[in-house]
């Protein structure tokens, strides 16, 4: 059955259109183009020409003429509108210019590289046969490696290839760094957080060399749309830039379904599993031919949902796809999905990104997936060439789901999204400090964009690690420090999943090191490929879990205890008796026990103790406190509280583009620090990566979501989507209540002080 | 473990050091090693690069790492021939700023005469550490012409020698195992404790190692020279034979590594570099076009009371193919795969199954072809 029928369908099933929150038809959209560029070379503009490109997509056009004035340019559009040509056109230009000219082209994954590697390679012939692009990552053969050491005029690699392998070595690629005169970004919005903050140093390191060997390169990037690019964007390159924001590139027809699960008590807010919702559309479309792929937000439930859809599809039919997967079981699965023998599969975002897939019909988007751009990229993947595709989204009980599920308008018109970024988080600053010097040393002047670089530089020499000498700090220690900094969590840190068989054990896959304690705690359930395996042993210094693959019934769920200490204020504002403050902290995590729960019926069905040791966590934090608690007992402000901090931590992920889990919270009715009511919001990475300053700068549009989030709740006395489980019964009411004082006083402070 | 032998003959330590400006220039006069004189005439498969003239001159720097941007040289060392002596001149970085006018140094000394270098693995290591280095900072060093002794000794001594590292052939083939020596892989820890505490006399372990491995080099090239120039006799040992053929191979000298094959062949090697050399000069001699000394050559080879199965199965190969003679060549495969599970009764083990079945395809097929020569059985 072709999608359209399938679709019609639904429209007309009333069952399924109860459950529909908005339905949008995105029509066809023809292409907006402009000429040629006059100053084109004419053998570019041939060679376009002779791959069928006779004009060029608005943005591209605009991107082009930026380029060429000499700006930094950043060009927003969403995924397959032909981006890459906006910044390939000057590049390829100025070589045809400049045959000496170099660029180096910077991707999240190898696989976007490599993606763009073909048709590159045939534009550049076309200027002449001696300028050389290629890529360079960790798969390069030496002989391909010296090559474009000595000539290579478009260098397609990584930003960790770059820190580790390109940057250390300068000395060998001398003309590429005497002629750099762009540095391509694709996918700039991938750049935030821990990622993002490593990358800005990265850049910050390629600029000091650049300026060294006397070039001054320009910077290029597509990005996906958010908010307040401009900023994002010129923080990480420290240069201002100019967006381009207008797409001309033409799209099919495309359905956006927003689903949200009926109500089963509007009393306590109780709603029809998301997830069931979400296998019995899946089940639907796949039955109807429409090949399907579904977006889960963790792995946890990329593993429930494949399990269930085993069930009823039957083996075969799906597979599951996730980080922590051999890469041999991903290239399979991939390549069954391209050849059409698998049609359907379940994912996390690890099927976001420059994975060819081909085109699948169908996208169904298991919770809000935490951006909007990350959802666009996702419904991306529905939708072959012209033809009509669609995207369900369908809205769990969180909080964030229900506030987009609220104002689906978010998804379609300025999003107040915007990727937080902090460039100068002093762990992450200091480990490229030691890279920067190892790659040249430090003049007094050198201040690497950051006022405390003297000081930081100063507490390396007297480590012993760097060296003052004759007025310049230089690397004296052996080694080499790009070797120990990984620009994600990188594999040396992740915990390795062992399983113990008869035959032996195997590996079966990795968990990234922060998850390792709640997720591989000895007698945890680990789900892998839709199985449940118990742990037997966690070895925590060698980071290795072994466990054996068991039948059980339940899956296991971990709690943690945690504390906060303020080590240092950084910035305040008071109003109306309200305060909100900025500062370094340190939180103290404890894994306490863990709860086994159903499969069936998600009942809790017994528990068990975890002994692991205290993790300590500094960082940055926002808090915000208010003059004195609710009239009443000290419990009814606590869960007022508790419940301010669940609504106010969803909606601070949505507009600062992260993952809830990178966000923490904690709250005190007396907090030892303050002695008032006190709400805290800090960042989950050492040092933090933006987001406790931005949710400070921000506060005023926090609050106030989490109050419309709260207020637009159908529940009566509190549930999951708004002040979450399990509070007093007034906590709604409370919570709002608290939400409503901070609110006023943070927009009269804001009014106030004109920001 | 302190042997000091004649490497630190004439080694004067620190004590050899004045400071010219921020570096620090010593100079020893140390004792040979290896030949007293060079061969005459010099041999052609030791040649200079094009247009190199002048005195050579080892080199040998010592470096804070491996590579990468933040590895420097600290120290260069130089050394020539002065009547039968070894002037040894080193520069020396003491603190890490001073690497620039090291280099600087090291251009102005070049500068001042015609220079040809020999070193030690420069080809790979020094030579181009020491041009990223000058780019780095800046200083125009052009880099006199060089040979690299290692490519040479890889080929002369690997076979008799196994490791060409320099020490290890400084004690085989110059007679001199070095004493107390820094290894090489100490050497950045060494220079970073040096600055670390401020004490410049931790360098001195380090400064006569590269001493020491200067006086080497010297001595090997000589060494190498005479091993190269002396003519291929049987008395001299197989593997150095072997050593030759694989030298004048490079070169492109069919002559000279035919002649060292058969040296080497009549110098009675060892089983395994006489298979290695039948085989090898085989292989030249169908190059050559040289029918009848292959013939000569396995015949001999499969008429050694030791011969092994394939030398036996190789000269039946030439009987069937090349002589033409079906007859021969299966009383010698035949005695091939009798030799073969001779071998293996004797290890007690079974004979390699695939080489047996190899001859016993050869056998079959040798019968059938004589079956279909010889005269039809009259009816
Ligand atoms: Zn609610």
Same mark, same amino acid.
């Given at each position: 059955?072709?999608?359209?029928?399938?679709?019609?369908?639904?429209?007309?099933?009333?069952?399924?259109?109860?459950?529909?929150?908005?339905?949008?038809?995105?029509?066809?959209?023809?292409?907006?183009?402009?000429?040629?560029?006059?100053?084109?070379?004419?053998? #570019?503009?041939?060679?376009?020409?002779?791959?069928?490109?006779?004009?060029?997509?608005?943005?591209?056009?605009?991107?082009?003429?930026?380029?060429?004035?000499?700006?930094?340019?950043?060009?927003?559009?969403?995924?397959?509108?032909?981006?890459? #040509?906006?910044?390939?056109?000057?590049?390829?230009?100025?070589?045809?210019?400049?045959?000496?000219?170099?660029?180096?082209?910077?991707?999240?994954?190898?696989?976007?590289?490599?993606?763009?590697?073909?048709?590159? @390679?045939?534009?550049?012939? %076309?200027?002449?046969?001696?300028?050389?692009?290629?890529?360079?990552?960790?798969?390069?053969?030496?002989?391909?490696?010296?090559?474009?050491?000595?000539?290579?005029?478009?260098? #397609?690699?990584?930003?960790? *290839?770059?820190? %580790?392998?390109?940057?250390?070595?300068?000395?060998?690629?001398?003309?590429?760094?005497?002629?750099?005169?762009?540095?391509?970004?694709?996918?700039?919005?991938?750049?935030?957080?821990?990622?993002?903050?490593?990358?800005?140093?990265?850049? +910050?390191?390629?600029?000091?060399?650049?300026?060294?060997?006397?070039?001054?390169?320009?910077?290029?990037?597509?990005?996906?749309?958010?908010?307040?690019?401009?900023?994002?964007?010129?923080?990480?390159?420290?240069?201002?830039?100019?967006?381009?924001?207008?797409?001309? %590139?033409?799209?099919?027809?495309?359905?956006?379904?927003?689903?949200?699960?009926?109500?089963?008590?509007?009393?306590?807010?109780?709603?029809?599993?998301?997830?069931?919702?979400?296998?019995?559309?899946?089940?639907?479309?796949?039955?109807?031919?429409?090949?399907?792929?579904?977006?889960?937000?963790?792995?946890?439930?990329?593993?429930?949902?494949?399990?269930?859809?085993?069930?009823?599809?039957?083996?075969?039919?799906?597979?599951?796809?996730?980080?922590?997967?051999?890469?041999?079981? @991903?290239?399979?699965?991939?390549?069954?999905?391209?050849?059409?023998?698998?049609?359907?599969?379940?994912?996390?975002?690890?099927?976001?990104?420059?994975?060819?897939?081909?085109?699948?019909?169908?996208?169904?988007?298991?919770?809000?997936? /935490?951006?909007?751009?990350?959802?666009?990229?996702?419904?991306?993947?529905?939708?072959?060439?012209?033809?009509?595709?669609?995207?369900?989204?369908?809205?769990?009980?969180?909080?964030?789901?229900?506030?987009?599920?609220?104002?689906?308008?978010?998804?379609?018109?300025?999003?107040?999204?915007?990727?937080?970024?902090?460039?100068?988080?002093?762990?992450?600053? *200091?480990?490229?400090?030691?890279?920067? =010097?190892?790659?040249?040393?430090?003049?007094?002047?050198?201040?690497?964009?950051?006022?405390?670089?003297?000081? *930081?530089?100063?507490?390396?020499?007297?480590?012993?690690?760097?060296?003052?000498?004759?007025?310049?700090?230089?690397?004296?220690?052996?080694?080499?420090?790009?070797?120990?900094?990984?620009?994600?969590?990188?594999?040396?840190?992740?915990?390795?999943?062992?399983?113990?068989?008869?035959?032996?054990?195997?590996?079966?896959?990795?968990?990234?090191?922060?998850?390792?304690?709640?997720?591989?705690?000895?007698?945890?359930?680990?789900?892998?490929?839709?199985?449940?395996?118990?742990?037997?042993?966690?070895?925590?210094?060698?980071?290795?879990?072994?466990?054996?693959?068991?039948?059980?019934?339940?899956?296991?769920?971990?709690?943690?205890?945690?504390?906060?200490?303020?080590?240092?204020?950084?910035?305040?504002?008071?109003?109306? /008796?309200?305060?909100?403050?900025?500062?370094?902290?340190?939180?103290?995590?404890?894994?306490?026990?863990?709860?086994?729960?159903?499969?069936?019926? +998600?009942?809790?069905?017994?528990?068990?103790?975890?002994?692991?040791?205290?993790?300590?966590?500094?960082? *940055?934090?926002?808090?915000?406190?208010?003059?004195?608690?609710?009239?009443?007992?000290?419990?009814?402000?606590?869960?007022?509280?508790?419940?301010?901090?669940?609504?106010?931590?969803?909606?601070?992920?949505?507009?600062?583009?992260?993952?809830?889990?990178?966000?923490?919270?904690?709250?005190?009715?007396?907090?030892?620090?303050?002695?008032?009511?006190?709400?805290?919001?800090?960042?989950?990475?050492?040092?933090?990566?933006?987001?406790?300053?931005?949710?400070?700068?921000?506060?005023?549009?926090?609050? =106030?979501?989490?109050?419309?989030?709260?207020?637009?709740?159908?529940?009566?006395?509190?549930?999951?989507?708004?002040?979450?489980?399990?509070?007093?019964?007034?906590?709604?009411?409370?919570? =709002?209540?608290?939400?409503?004082?901070?609110?006023?006083?943070?927009?009269?402070?804001?009014?106030?002080?004109?920001? | 473990?302190?042997?000091?032998?004649?490497?630190?003959?004439?080694?004067?330590?620190?004590?050899?050091?004045?400071?010219?400006?921020?570096?620090?220039?010593?100079?020893?006069?140390?004792?040979?090693?290896?030949?007293?004189?060079?061969?005459?005439?010099?041999?052609?498969?030791?040649?200079?690069?094009?247009?190199?003239?002048?005195?050579?001159?080892?080199?040998?720097?010592?470096?804070?790492?491996?590579?990468?941007?933040?590895?420097?040289?600290?120290?260069?060392?130089?050394?020539?021939?002065?009547?039968?002596?070894?002037?040894?001149?080193?520069?020396?970085?003491?603190?890490?700023?001073?690497?620039?006018? &090291?280099?600087?140094?090291?251009?102005?000394?070049?500068?001042?005469?015609?220079?040809?270098?020999?070193?030690?693995?420069?080809?790979?290591?020094?030579?181009?550490?020491?041009?990223?280095?000058?780019?780095?900072?800046?200083?125009?060093?052009?880099?006199?012409?060089?040979?690299?002794?290692?490519?040479?000794?890889?080929?002369?001594?690997?076979?008799?020698?196994?490791?060409?590292?320099?020490?290890?052939?400084?004690?085989?083939?110059?007679?001199?195992?070095?004493?107390?020596?820094?290894?090489?892989?100490?050497?950045?820890?060494?220079?970073?404790?040096?600055?670390?505490?401020?004490?410049?006399?931790?360098?001195?372990?380090?400064?006569?190692?590269?001493?020491?491995?200067?006086?080497?080099?010297?001595?090997?090239?000589?060494?190498?020279?005479?091993?190269?120039?002396?003519?291929?006799?049987?008395?001299?040992?197989?593997?150095?034979?072997?050593?030759?053929?694989?030298?004048?191979?490079?070169?492109?000298?069919?002559?000279?590594?035919?002649?060292?094959?058969?040296?080497?062949?009549? !110098?009675?090697?060892?089983?395994?570099?006489?298979?290695?050399?039948?085989?090898?000069?085989?292989? &030249?001699?169908?190059?050559?076009?040289?029918?009848?000394?292959?013939?000569?050559?396995?015949?001999?080879?499969?008429?050694?009371?030791?011969?092994?199965?394939?030398?036996?199965?190789?000269?039946?190969?030439?009987?069937?193919?090349?002589?033409?003679?079906?007859?021969?060549?299966?009383?010698?495969?035949? !005695?091939?795969?009798?030799?073969?599970?001779?071998?293996?009764?004797?290890?007690?083990?079974?004979?390699?199954?695939?080489?047996?079945?190899?001859?016993?395809?050869?056998?079959?097929?040798?019968?059938?072809?004589?079956?279909?020569?010889?005269?039809?059985?009259?009816?």
């Amino acid at each position: 059955m072709h999608l359209s029928q399938v679709l019609d369908r639904l429209a007309h099933d009333r069952a399924f259109g109860e459950q529909v929150a908005d339905w949008r038809v995105l029509p066809a959209e023809p292409a907006r183009r402009r000429p040629l560029p006059p100053d084109l070379d004419p053998r #570019l503009a041939d060679r376009l020409r002779s791959r069928g490109v006779v004009d060029l997509y608005v943005h591209q056009a605009e991107a082009y003429a930026l380029a060429r004035a000499g700006h930094n340019v950043v060009t927003l559009t969403p995924t397959a509108s032909g981006k890459s #040509l906006g910044y390939a056109l000057p590049v390829l230009q100025t070589l045809a210019e400049d045959p000496h000219a170099r660029t180096i082209m910077l991707f999240p994954t190898k696989a976007l590289a490599q993606d763009q590697l073909a048709w590159l @390679r045939g534009d550049l012939a %076309a200027l002449g046969s001696d300028l050389a692009v290629g890529t360079y990552d960790g798969d390069t053969a030496p002989a391909e490696r010296r090559r474009l050491r000595r000539a290579g005029h478009i260098v #397609l690699t990584n930003p960790d *290839m770059l820190h %580790a392998a390109i940057l250390p070595h300068h000395t060998q690629w001398v003309h590429l760094f005497e002629n750099l005169r762009y540095v391509v970004l694709d996918e700039l919005h991938t750049y935030r957080g821990v990622f993002g903050a490593h990358v800005a140093q990265v850049l +910050r390191r390629l600029r000091r060399l650049c300026r060294f060997y006397g070039s001054e390169p320009r910077f290029l990037a597509t990005s996906a749309t958010v908010g307040d690019a401009e900023a994002f964007a010129s923080r990480l390159f420290d240069a201002p830039v100019r967006v381009v924001r207008e797409n001309g %590139a033409p799209r099919g027809e495309r359905h956006v379904v927003l689903l949200r699960p009926r109500l089963i008590d509007a009393h306590a807010g109780v709603r029809a599993s998301a997830s069931a919702l979400a296998d019995d559309l899946t089940v639907r479309l796949v039955e109807s031919g429409v090949a399907t792929i579904v977006f889960c937000r963790s792995r946890q439930s990329v593993e429930l949902h494949t399990r269930a859809l085993k069930a009823r599809l039957g083996e075969g039919r799906v597979e599951g796809y996730r980080g922590g997967y051999l890469p041999s079981e @991903r290239r399979a699965i991939e390549a069954a999905l391209r050849d059409g023998s698998l049609r359907c599969v379940v994912s996390t975002n690890a099927l976001e990104l420059g994975i060819d897939i081909g085109a699948l019909d169908a996208a169904v988007v298991v919770g809000y997936p /935490g951006t909007v751009a990350s959802l666009w990229q996702q419904a991306g993947r529905a939708g072959r060439r012209g033809e009509v595709s669609a995207v369900f989204l369908v809205a769990t009980p969180a909080p964030l789901d229900q506030y987009l599920a609220d104002h689906p308008a978010y998804l379609y018109g300025q999003s107040p999204e915007a990727p937080a970024i902090n460039p100068d988080n002093r762990y992450i600053l *200091m480990d490229h400090l030691k890279c920067a =010097a190892f790659e040249l040393p430090f003049a007094p002047d050198d201040r690497f964009s950051v006022a405390t670089t003297p000081e *930081m530089l100063d507490a390396l020499a007297r480590a012993g690690i760097l060296r003052l000498a004759g007025g310049r700090y230089y690397w004296a220690t052996e080694g080499y420090p790009a070797h120990g900094i990984s620009l994600r969590s990188g594999p040396g840190e992740n915990f390795v999943v062992i399983e113990r068989t008869d035959a032996g054990p195997r590996v079966l896959g990795e968990v990234d090191r922060p998850s390792a304690p709640t997720l591989l705690h000895e007698q945890a359930i680990y789900l892998h490929g839709g199985r449940t395996y118990q742990v037997e042993e966690l070895d925590y210094p060698e980071r290795k879990a072994f466990v054996r693959a068991v039948d059980a019934d339940y899956y296991t769920e971990a709690e943690m205890a945690s504390r906060l200490d303020v080590l240092r204020l950084e910035e305040e504002l008071h109003a109306d /008796g309200v305060g909100a403050a900025l500062g370094e902290v340190e939180v103290s995590f404890l894994p306490t026990m863990f709860k086994k729960i159903a499969f069936e019926t +998600r009942d809790n069905v017994g528990w068990g103790p975890i002994h692991l040791p205290e993790e300590h966590l500094p960082t *940055m934090a926002a808090w915000w406190t208010l003059p004195d608690p609710l009239p009443g007992p000290p419990a009814r402000t606590a869960s007022a509280l508790a419940g301010c901090a669940h609504v106010l931590s969803a909606v601070a992920a949505f507009f600062l583009m992260c993952d809830p889990r990178d966000l923490g919270v904690a709250s005190q009715v007396r907090d030892p620090r303050t002695g008032v009511p006190t709400l805290y919001l800090y960042d989950m990475t050492p040092g933090g990566v933006g987001l406790a300053e931005a949710a400070f700068r921000r506060g005023h549009e926090l609050f =106030a979501a989490a109050l419309e989030r709260i207020r637009a709740c159908p529940c009566d006395a509190g549930c999951p989507s708004c002040v979450g489980p399990g509070r007093e019964s007034d906590a709604k009411d409370g919570a =709002a209540e608290l939400l409503t004082r901070w609110e006023r006083a943070l927009s009269l402070a804001r009014a106030a002080g004109g920001r | 473990m302190t042997t000091p032998g004649p490497d630190v003959l004439g080694w004067r330590g620190l004590d050899a050091f004045v400071r010219r400006g921020e570096v620090w220039e010593g100079e020893h006069l140390l004792a040979t090693l290896g030949p007293t004189a060079p061969p005459s005439p010099w041999p052609q498969a030791l040649a200079w690069p094009e247009g190199a003239e002048g005195e050579v001159m080892a080199l040998d720097v010592e470096t804070t790492g491996l590579g990468g941007a933040g590895s420097a040289v600290f120290q260069v060392g130089l050394a020539w021939r002065e009547g039968e002596r070894v002037r040894v001149r080193q520069l020396l970085a003491p603190d890490l700023p001073a690497e620039g006018p &090291l280099l600087e140094r090291l251009a102005a000394l070049w500068s001042e005469r015609r220079i040809r270098l020999v070193t030690y693995n420069g080809e790979s290591f020094d030579l181009p550490f020491l041009r990223a280095r000058a780019r780095f900072h800046g200083v125009r060093l052009p880099l006199p012409p060089a040979m690299d002794l290692l490519s040479h000794t890889r080929r002369l001594y690997r076979d008799r020698d196994g490791s060409c590292r320099l020490t290890h052939l400084e004690a085989t083939r110059l007679g001199h195992p070095r004493g107390d020596d820094l290894p090489g892989s100490l050497v950045p820890q060494v220079y970073y404790e040096s600055l670390r505490r401020g004490d410049p006399t931790l360098l001195e372990p380090v400064l006569r190692h590269n001493a020491a491995d200067l006086v080497a080099t010297l001595g090997l090239v000589w060494r190498v020279a005479h091993d190269l120039a002396a003519p291929p006799d049987p008395s001299r040992h197989p593997a150095d034979l072997f050593g030759l053929y694989r030298t004048a191979l490079a070169a492109g000298d069919a002559h000279s590594a035919r002649r060292a094959l058969e040296a080497c062949l009549a !110098a009675g090697p060892p089983p395994h570099l006489r298979r290695l050399a039948l085989s090898r000069l085989s292989r &030249l001699l169908r190059a050559a076009g040289d029918a009848d000394a292959r013939h000569v050559l396995w015949q001999a080879a499969a008429h050694a009371p030791d011969a092994p199965p394939e030398h036996l199965e190789a000269w039946a190969k030439i009987l069937e193919h090349e002589r033409r003679d079906p007859l021969a060549a299966r009383a010698v495969a035949a !005695a091939a795969l009798a030799r073969l599970r001779a071998e293996a009764r004797a290890l007690g083990t079974a004979p390699d199954p695939a080489r047996e079945q190899a001859l016993r395809r050869r056998l079959d097929r040798l019968e059938r072809r004589l079956a279909r020569r010889s005269p039809a059985a009259p009816a």
